[in-house]
């Protein structure tokens, strides 16, 4: 849905710097007062009359320039209300005035005339004559400069203007330009807490929203509506802001909501739509397009909720308004209709949704001619409307008509024919007509022409979105929208890996055969790879080290404030908004470095970015290399309907689709709710379920293997492979069961690229010290202080589940972990006999600060705690250390945030093992894998990581831990080492069950 962005407009300000040829009459004087009383309590149409006969007495004065003054603001006025007939009159008045009398060029002269070019400028955009608006701007311009090049600001309202052209146009690039050059001059000259600077950060929010970087955008509506953050109406606080600051503060109000609804935050959303409404009646009353906007604004809302019928009461409503104010041709007018078409269509009316959507369209061709974004959205509806009647050859008329749209210089009409660049007017656009254009070239050839050349156009087409998406991950620097483009993209994912198995069935060949990986590659981890990628090309990139660690400064300040954000925010009874306000303003002055650092890495490193971007994908030649005659890498992807196995082995690569059901998700779900806590024949039924599904269909490739390699895909983050059963038979000797466990060691990884790329590192890299660094805070009674969790401190809000490794019940005390202090003292015990550097922090000595001072110099690093996740807020998942002692200043809180681990460096780190409760689990994102505590890690470039899926208990996870460090001195490489520990747990009846030694992953190798 195309977002709504409140008009943006450069109105003249009342209190030009304008001086009278001679002092004002009585009468005058009394007009001017009235129509500017009129004129700041937003009753345009009253306030022309007063303004046009000030202007008529100015003019019988022979007083020229307090006659073109009031004869602009009288336009200015009219062009307010959205009368531009008008308008245009009284400004081509002003205009004729100052042409004939103004012969003294002077400053004020300047002024007032590049003001009247400016109200010129402002009605031929608002008439979508772009062109034309722009040369008046640059008259304005001109005119301003050569006057007095010293007064910036008018400059800066100018550059604004020109700005507010560029994005009507759907030139972003253009607009941001002028958006910053603009702000930049503001904080020159007034400072950064000027209330006037709202103004640009709202135009920088639109610009942002436009091209889809909604964090980037979100960021700069928060500076706008701390004026007013609750949407309640002010008079004292709103009396002292200009219109132009009013209308963005109403306008961040609609688009907070339109990210919200985004995000799918539906509450949030609702919240800002109203919060609009209420503040654009308040100060317009109920007739005014702006209202009319926020009445459509909230149509959208409601219909989001799937109460359709108030959603077409307030776009009616939305529509009467318009219809009243002479806007029948306005872009408002045609975005009510868009939206009168989505609720007609998620109804179910269909032919009513087409009926709107073609008067949506129509007015758009009048506005924008036959390029605009806005069309191309449009356009999307239609095909769409075409493509659930079946009719997709007719749909894909339509998406190539969105494809010219969306261009200014493509016009093919051919269907098979896609432009050969990503410099489209919206690329947000773009993805949504070629991902939709792919799938309607699948469907045509399933369901209608069996033709070789639609298959090809569909994997094409599809090949070409998935070049899209990277770029467009590319161009965002926050992690949250990158997660967000992998998530809302995977079902297009599903139908690609479907028409590639079908082009390979009518074109046989090795390169068809291996899309489906490729495909594979292109969607998992997508964010977490480029990440990994960027530390290794640094490792060899000559990048001036000062930029780097200002980066790696940015970085943490940025992190440190997000987390600190969202920690108030978790608390339960409220929170101070005003120090949240402070932290929102840190954040984004960190966010703003953070942009300006990359450009200027761009701009003097394109080399180093070409590469950090490539999106390079595993060859199944190159896998097959790096295996061993063992080993085997099995690759999933959940589909809709499908699940889909691609199986490499040295010698062998087979890509199996089976058949699902809607309940397959739900199942894994509850499989791994069960095993947590029982092994009963319920689980072993479900435990052999998911072997049918995941490992037999692929049998016959894994004979002679014995270690397996797994990349999994959606819900199956949560199967921990490794207690899938064969056979279904139960005994209550549960060390007798055929845990998978006891055939095959298994690893896993978050794509097969990742996978390769470590290996080849491993065979490049130099041999490592193996010593090692263990923590215990035990949170016990030898040392009491670690005892109490910290004030600040935020619980697991999604689970409540406890277990000995996570908190007590109140959720204010740690449980003590007895065995702890005993499995890392055995472990640096196992190090010393083999004269092996080994260090253990216990009780108060295992704090946060010598954490994060000590790990520096370690191969392996391991903390043996208790951990807790947190669902609604990923980066406050944490792992806790002892906790500071209340009568001392420790600069660490005690709890060591997902949020900081990324962060960290762990430069000589083989190894860290997270010896603790759900330390994997987090947040699932659809192509990325968990936000995890352990993601963190990863991110730090640690090659591999244990953790655990589901709360642990103590004396078992001390015996595992030890056993596996026993193993791993022995020359035993990860995999078999955990291997054989777990088998150790499983051989004892009072551990054999999964609940015990399941939920331990090794992810690595």
Known sequence: MKFLIVFLSCFTLCNSLIYSQQTDTSEVWHLKQKASELYETYKYDSATHYYFRAAEIYEQQRNWINSVKNYRLTANSFYL???????????QKALNI??????????????????????????????????????????????????????????????????????????????????????????????????????????????????????????????????????????TLLKNLNIKSIISLIGSYINLAYIYRYKKDYDKAFEYSQNALKLSISIYG??????????????????????????????????????????EKHSSVAGTYHTMGIIYYNKGDYNKALEYYQKSLQIKKRIYGEHHPSLAYSYIKIARECAIKNNFKEALEYYQKALIANYNNFNDTIIYHNPEHFKALSKRALLLILREKAMS????????????????????TYELTFKLI???????????????????????????????????????????????????????????????????????????????????????????YVTKIQKIRAQKNGYDTLLVQNYQDSLFNYSRQYDKLINTLELNYPEYFTLKYKQETAEIIDIQRELDNNSALINYFIGNTSLFICAITKEKYTIKAIKTNSLFNEKIIDYYIDIKSNFTNKELKSSSYFYSYLIEPIEEELKNINN??????????????????????????????????????????????????????????????????????????????????????????????????????????FNT?????????????????????????????????NFKHNIKNYKYIHIASHSFTNDLYPNLSGIAFSQPDTSTIYKEDGILYAGETYNL???????????????????????????????????????????????????????????????????????????????????????????????WILVGR
Not at 81 to 91: E, R, W
Not at 822 to 847: P, Q, T
Request: aromatic share 14%.
């Open 817 to 849: 972990l007895p065995y702890s202090e005993n499995e890392v003292e055995s472990i640096v015990k196992l190090f010393n006999k083999k004269r092996k550097d080994a260090k253990g922090f216990f009780y108060k000595e295992a704090n946060e600060e």
């Open 81 to 91: 209300t959205v009368k531009l007939d008008s308008a245009l009159y009284f400004a």
């Open 98 to 235: 100052a042409d004939n009398y103004f012969i003294n060029n002077t400053k004020n002269e300047a002024f007032e005339r590049a003001d009247v070019y400016i109200i010129f400028g402002n009605i031929h955009k608002r008439l979508s004559k772009y062109n034309e608006g722009l040369q008046f701007y640059e008259k304005a311009l001109n005119l301003v400069l050569q006057a007095d090049s010293l007064e910036k600001l008018k400059v800066a309202k100018i550059w604004n203007c020109i700005g507010d052209t560029y994005l009507s146009k759907a030139d972003y690039d253009m607009a941001h330009t002028y958006y910053k050059k603009s702000l930049h001059i503001k904080i020159q000259t007034l400072g950064e807490s000027h209330p006037s600077l709202v103004i640009s950060y709202y135009r920088l929010g639109a610009a942002y929203q436009s091209i889809g970087d909604f964090d980037k955008a979100f960021e700069y509506y928060l500076k706008v509506i701390k004026i007013n953050p609750n949407g309640e109406y002010n008079h």
């Open 441 to 460: 070239f699948h469907s045509l050839y399933k369901n209608e022409s069996i033709s070789a050349e639609d298959i090809k156009a569909s994997v094409f």
């Open 708 to 813: 397996l390699i797994i990349i999994p895909d959606g819900n199956l983050y949560y199967i921990p492979f490794e207690t899938l059963c064969k056979n279904d038979t139960y005994t209550e000797n549960l060390s007798a069961i055929d845990y998978l466990i006891k055939d095959y060691s298994v690893t896993y990884h978050h794509t097969a690229t990742l996978w390769l790329n470590s290996k080849v590192k491993e065979q490049n890299q130099f041999a490592t010290k193996d010593n090692f660094i263990g923590f215990a805070p035990v949170f016990g009674s030898k040392n009491n202080n670690g005892f109490i969790v910290s004030k600040d401190w935020i619980p697991d809000t999604t689970n409540t589940e406890l277990a000995s490794r996570s908190i007590s019940n109140d959720f204010t005390h």
């Open 286 to 327: 109920e007739n005014h397009f702006i209202v009319a906007n926020c009445y459509n604004n909230l149509g959208v809302s409601y219909s989001i909720k799937k109460d359709y019928n108030k959603g077409i009461k307030y776009c009616t409503k939305a529509l009467k308004i318009l219809n009243t104010t002479s806007m």
């Open 470 to 560: 990277n770029e467009m991950r590319n161009d965002y620097s926050q992690e949250s929208m990158k997660l967000l483009i992998s998530e809302e993209n995977k079902r297009y994912f599903t139908d690609a890996i479907h028409a590639a198995s079908e082009l390979n069935k009518v074109n046989p060949s090795t390169k068809n055969k291996g899309r489906a990986l490729e495909y594979f590659e292109k969607l998992k981890s997508a964010t977490l790879s480029t990440f990994l990628n960027d530390l290794e090309i640094k490792q060899y990139w000559n990048i001036a080290d000062s930029l780097l660690q200002k980066e790696k400064y940015i970085a943490i300040n940025r992190n440190e």
């Open 905 to 999: 460096n762990f430069p000589k780190a083989d190894l860290i093992t997270l010896s603790s409760c759900k330390s994997g689990l987090g947040k699932l994102i659809q192509g990325e894998g968990f936000l995890s505590l352990s993601r963190g890690f990863l991110y730090s470039g640690t090659p591999n990581i244990i953790f655990s899926l589901w709360n642990v208990k103590d004396e078992p996870t001390k015996d595992l831990m030890i056993d596996f460090y026993k193993q791993v001195l022995q020359g035993t490489d990860y995999a078999s080492a955990l291997r054989k520990a777990k088998l150790d747990l499983i051989t004892n009846p009072n551990t054999a069950s999964p609940k015990y030694w399941g939920a």
